[in-house]
């Protein structure tokens, strides 16, 4: 809910109102708008960078490439 705002000049004098009904058209107006500039597919982590994971993968290797290297040895 919102209430009218009043802006005073310095010298105390009335110099903008702003009704109720103003306010909450721009308030839902503004969060439509940044509301609509969420993408779906934005979840906020970096991808992996490629030399990364390929120093994890020489490091840790998965359980498919130890049973290949067990048959084979």
């Not at 919102?2 to 802006?7: C, D, G, I, S």
């Not at 109102?17 to 308030?27: A, F, Q, V």
């Not at 509301?35 to 597919?41: A, D, W, Y």
């Amino acid at each position: 809910m919102f209430y009218e705002v009043r802006v005073y000049k310095a010298n105390g004098t009335l110099k903008q109102r702003i009704s109720d009904t103003e306010l909450t058209d721009k308030h839902w107006d503004k969060f439509e708008k940044t509301e609509g500039e969420i993408g779906l597919n934005s979840s906020g982590t970096k991808p992996v960078p490629a030399w990364v994971k390929a120093k994890l993968d020489i490091e840790f290797p998965s359980n498919l490439e130890l049973g290949y290297q067990a048959s084979q040895g």
